[in-house]
Antibody, heavy 120, light 107 residues
Framework: EVQLLESGGGLVQPGGSLRLSCAASGFTFSSYVMSWVRQAPGKGLEWVSTIREGGANTYFADSVKGRFTISRDNSKNTLYLQMNSLRVEDTALYYC?????????????WGQGTLVTVSS | EIVLTQSPATLSLSPGERATLSCRASQSVASYLAWYQQKPGQAPRLLFYDASNRAIGIPARFSGSGSGTDFTLTISSLESEDFAVYYCQQRGNWPLTFGGGTKVEIK
């Protein structure tokens, strides 16, 4: 059974940093494109970032480009999101998501999310 | 950036009725469109990818169609568990984008 377990969320002041982690199990992690998607309270879904299987290729939404970094450790089956220079508008539930076989950049499994709150 | 416009924003229907949800892209995404269902307090669930490929475990009452800029998600006969918010998402161009969602509520 595929499982994705996010951690690392919390309350942080504007300008601060957080590092999110997503522990994956139940599939060959190193073979899949992985992504982060967020959802602000009461709002819709927003794609944040994607990393390819080997980690060499990464993609970011304009809203986080230059502030967030995505990485992965395939030996630990773990996905990361380093978030710097956080803004109030980054407040959201952050989901880790696994891509569909043969259709990367669509998401067939999601974690339950970790809540990031940016507030003074 | 490709903008996905979902309509209607809210669909009020009774169990057993047919639901038709629309997703329109600001430019062609070929068939690179997915649909997700999200219930309160839950993560999204993939329904269809590449417009019409049904995800594992999705009941046959759900169908996805379309290509280019116009896509449709149809629920042939609504069951109680289908009342939720539905999102479309495209992977035809970076950045990946989601539509604003359609809420299917009980009438």
């Amino acid at each position: 059974e595929v499982q994705l377990l996010e951690s690392g969320g919390g309350l942080v002041q504007p300008g601060g940093s957080l590092r999110l982690s997503c522990a994956a199990s139940g599939f060959t992690f190193s073979s899949y494109v992985m992504s982060w998607v967020r959802q602000a309270p009461g709002k819709g879904l927003e794609w944040v970032s994607t990393i390819r299987e080997g980690g060499a290729n990464t993609y970011f939404a304009d809203s986080v480009k230059g502030r967030f970094t995505i990485s992965r450790d395939n030996s630990k089956n773990t996905l990361y999101l380093q978030m710097n220079s956080l803004r109030v508008e980054d407040t959201a539930l952050y989901y880790c998501a696994k891509s569909v076989v043969g259709a990367p950049f669509f998401f067939d499994h999601w974690g339950q999310g970790t809540l990031v709150t940016v507030s003074s | 950036e490709i903008v996905l416009t979902q309509s209607p924003a809210t669909l009020s229907l009774s169990p057993g009725e047919r639901a038709t949800l629309s997703c329109r892209a600001s430019q062609s995404v070929a068939s690179y469109l997915a649909w997700y269902q999200q219930k309160p307090g839950q993560a999204p669930r993939l329904l269809f990818y590449d417009a019409s490929n049904r995800a594992i475990g999705i009941p046959a009452r759900f169908s996805g169609s379309g290509s280019g800029t116009d896509f449709t998600l149809t629920i042939s006969s609504l069951e109680s568990e289908d009342f939720a918010v539905y999102y479309c998402q495209q992977r035809g161009n970076w950045p990946l984008t989601f539509g604003g969602g359609t809420k299917v509520e009980i009438k």
